[in-house]
């Protein structure tokens, strides 16, 4: 890549490089991340150079700070790497949330059963409430339960029940995870009665 110096202020920010590193002195790895021992900072620039790479300082606090020689490029590429993972393992212990209504068009399932299947693939615990109001919250507690596993029946992602389906205070819920030794469930339509309820109450 060539001896670089920075470009943009948020590299400045991130890692000094180059003639931007400050100490007199460092602990200085190769390329192949092998000790070159505590050195001047002005030799350890001179090898870079002549490899045609770029010296960036990768733990300003120790002491002496410690400086890697390594191509800008690749230097990056494994940052972003990091970062990406960490941020990744910090997302997995999230809860999302969704609701239902009995009466949710067909559609509507539809579309909240893939939203809900894209949060367990991502890692996910998923909460479903199924919303009641008015004459359906005195219904028989296993036709709730029945229109509930109608709809967990359609999401379309292998997952586990983590709460059974129980009371809740906004009518019944249940919690799911993302179980990877269960096959993907292949999207499907609701049934047609999933949807519909009984003209009277039970």
């Known amino acids: 890549m ?22 007199p002195e460092i ?3 190769g390329p192949e991340g092998e000790n070159l021992g505590v050195i001047p900072t002005r030799d350890a620039l ?9 010296l960036i300082e990768v733990s300003p606090n120790a002491n002496p ?6 191509d800008y490029g690749k230097f990056k590429y494994e940052q ?7 941020k990744a393992r910090a997302n997995v212990t999230e809860t999302k949330e ?9 559609h509507d399932m539809g579309i909240k059963a893939q939203k809900i299947a894209n949060w367990l693939k991502e ?6 409430d199924l919303f009641l109001w008015g004459r359906y919250k005195y219904m028989e507690f296993e036709f709730l339960k029945e229109r509930l596993e109608r709809f ?26 993302r179980d990877p030794s269960k096959k993907p469930r292949l999207p499907k339509k609701a049934p047609p009665s999933a949807p519909a309820a009984p003209e009277q109450a039970a």
């Open 123 to 128: 890692g996910h615990r998923v909460k479903i």
């Open 80 to 86: 972003k790497k990091k970062d990406k993972e960490v």
């Open 98 to 106: 969704a609701q239902v209504k009995i009466g949710t068009s067909e």
């Open 152 to 177: 967990l029946a359609i999401i379309p992602e292998g997952y586990k029940i983590a709460e059974a389906i129980q009371k809740s205070p906004k009518g019944l819920a249940v919690s799911l995870e």
């Open 2 to 23: 060539g001896f670089t110096k920075y470009t943009i202020q948020h590299d400045k920010e991130r890692a000094r490089m180059n003639e931007g590193i400050r100490a």
């Open 27 to 29: 602990r200085c790895l």
């Open 46 to 54: 001179a090898k870079a150079r002549e490899l045609g790479l770029d």
């Open 65 to 70: 700070p410690v400086c890697r020689i390594t």
